[in-house]
């Protein structure tokens, strides 16, 4: 037999081998991969609801920090998250990567990617109140206090300011903090109908804008009493007083007057029989109505009184 028969059958021996490793790494690849679409297709997670048409999850202006995890409702495998919190107190668009990962039916380590958008949003207005949506006013008197208080459901409490502050070129921020104004055009001294209008702004510019009415009437008609005292004719002063503080002043001329015994009293005992004695009034013409007074003194001598009723 010569050599080159010889060499024929181990050239078919190392082909058939050659063949054999690679269908079997063929097949190896082939498995390798298989094992590892299946576990990446394992690979799942959902997140909360609370999404906007593009599936960014939209969350609440807070003055708190939430761990991103909170969001994802259930997924496989194990998780991380890029980001270990989010502060909900800076408004505006950020993205979070979720990260999946498990082994393989080969022991392979398999990691699957999400990407999150993330929004945080200012949806909520301060809130106004007051006690009265129509506060009756004297005319005269001074503007009623209706209690006003305005907050908002993050920031607490808002300052009253006279007029809308500037705008802040903060990111994120309207303005550098929240205010409210009340406004109004009420004249103390006209009757009518006033319109208060109370307006609220977040830092994050949420506006707010609530009304009440102040109705101004005149002040119902009521005597004044204004003393003016004469002796023997002689005017010494004038002197304003109350109803009250004239009564008294009447009957401590009554009671003066008797202290002479055996001489004539005042035919009056009281301001009320003053008053109501016509007998004894008489009209100015201008709303003034004179009512006259006679007493004595210690001395016996007789001294004429009178009271101004200025209605």
């Known amino acids: 037999m010569d050599k080159n028969n010889q060499k024929k059958p181990v ?51 807070d003055l708190s920090k939430i761990d991103p995890l909170t969001l994802v409702t259930s997924h496989t495998w194990e998780i991380e998250a890029s980001k270990s919190e989010i502060d909900l107190s800076v408004l505006g668009e950020s993205e979070i990567e979720y990260i999946l990962s498990t082994k393989d039916s080969m022991g392979g380590t398999v990691k699957k990617s999400f990407t999150k958008k993330i929004v945080v949003s200012d949806t909520k207005a301060p809130e106004i109140s007051f006690d ?25 409490a808002l300052e009253l300011v006279e007029n809308e502050p500037a705008k802040t070129a903060e990111s994120g921020q309207v303005y550098e903090k929240g205010w409210y104004t009340v406004s109004h055009e009420i004249d103390p001294a006209k009757e009518g109908e006033y319109t208060v209008t109370i307006t609220a702004s977040d830092k994050n510019g949420n506006r707010t804008e609530k009304t009440y009415t102040v109705t101004v009437t005149k002040q119902k008609e009521q005597y004044r009493y204004v003393a003016r005292e004469y002796y023997a004719d002689e005017e010494k002063k004038w002197v304003t007083i109350s109803a009250k503080q004239a009564l008294s002043y009447v009957n401590d001329w009554i009671k003066n007057a008797d202290k002479v015994k ?42 004429k009184k009178h009271l101004c009723l200025k209605f």
Do not use: H
Request: proline share 3%.
């Open 11 to 61: 050239n078919k021996l190392v082909l058939i081998i050659l063949a054999l490793l690679i269908v079997g790494g063929g097949v190896f690849a082939y498995l390798k991969n298989k094992a590892k679409n299946d576990a990446l297709n394992s690979l799942t997670i959902d997140f909360v609801s609370n999404q906007t048409e593009t599936g960014a999850i939209q969350l609440e202006y």
């Open 132 to 156: 009265n949506d129509n506060i009756p006013m004297t005319a005269g008197s001074a503007i009623p206090d209706n209690n006003i208080t305005v907050s908002d459901p993050v920031d607490g």
């Open 262 to 303: 055996n001489k004539k009293r005042s035919k009056y005992t009281s301001l009320e029989q003053v008053v109501n004695d016509q007998l004894y009034c008489e009209s100015a013409g201008d709303g003034t109505w004179k009512m006259y007074i006679f007493v004595y003194d210690s001395k016996g001598k007789q001294v």
